[in-house]
């Protein structure tokens, strides 16, 4: 199975200011033959269900704001909120859809510090 | 507007068995591969299983491997899993998700609904 690692768990970030979160995964999940990372981002508010923000590493979901933004390609990917509102306070978990069985990092927790 | 909503939780005993559904409406059900995902208590998210949109293949996390099954009806908009021989560690909320046109990412979800496994 692939292992998704996420850092940090948790993170205080100011209001407006930038906000980082780093998955890693055991393997790569760049396929090769569509140069496409098959490697997702979720956002779950407390008594939620989970939301998708970015697929394909970098490809922002409809009706998601452009303050968030996806970067990285492998093993290596990013997640940034550019200017940190009050409702990005959530858990936001990537998830690897490269291989079954699919799997999700541990989850970050980002608060408003 | 996609809805998709899951019944069929509620309180097992260890070695029981449970059967869940998830009915989908607002959307060509047919032509989309669905996922079934869990969380449990103040944990964080597990993939369980997939189908794809003619139910032809179905895939699994090694922890339900040989005591879950996934199944749809194409017919009837509507996902299942069906849960047997369950254990104290499979006691979470589980949430039933449109998979991606072009990809396994889960797209949209439904509100989840509570199995709980305990004597």
């Known amino acids: 199975d692939i292992v998704m690692t996420q850092s940090p768990d948790s993170l205080a970030v100011s209001l407006g200011e930038r906000a980082t979160i780093d998955c890693k995964s055991g393997?790569?999940?760049?396929?090769?033959?569509?140069?496409?990372?098959?490697l997702a981002w979720y956002q779950q508010k407390p008594g939620q269900p989970p939301k998708l923000l970015i697929y394909?590493?970098?490809t922002r979901e409809s009706g998601v704001p452009d303050r968030f933004s996806g970067s990285g390609s492998g093993t290596d990917f990013t997640l940034t909120i550019s200017s940190l509102q009050a409702e990005d306070v959530a858990v936001y978990y990537c998830?690897?859809?490269?291989?079954?069985?699919?799997?999700f990092g541990q989850g970050t927790k980002l608060e408003i510090k | 507007e996609v809805q998709l909503v899951e019944s069929g939780g509620g309180l097992v005993q260890p070695g029981g068995s449970l059967r869940l559904s998830c009915a989908a409406s607002?959307?060509?059900?047919?032509?989309?591969?669905m996922s079934w995902v869990r969380q449990a208590p103040e944990k964080g998210l597990e993939w369980v299983s997939g189908?794809?949109?003619?139910?032809?293949?179905?895939y699994y996390a090694d922890s339900v491997k040989g005591r879950f099954t996934i199944s749809r009806d194409n017919s009837k908009n509507t996902l299942y899993l069906q849960m047997n021989s369950l254990r104290a560690e499979d006691t979470a909320v589980y949430y039933c998700?449109?998979?991606?046109?072009?990809?396994?990412?889960?797209?949209?979800w439904g509100q989840g609904t509570l199995v709980t496994v305990s004597s």
């Open positions: 607002g959307f060509s059900f047919s032509a989309y591969a």
């Open positions: 394909w590493a970098s």
């Open positions: 998830q690897q859809y490269y291989n079954t069985p699919y799997t």
């Open positions: 998700a449109k998979v991606g046109p072009d990809g396994d990412y889960e797209m949209q």
């Open positions: 393997q790569s999940v760049l396929y090769s033959s569509n140069n496409k990372n098959y």
């Open positions: 189908t794809v949109d003619d139910g032809g293949r179905t």
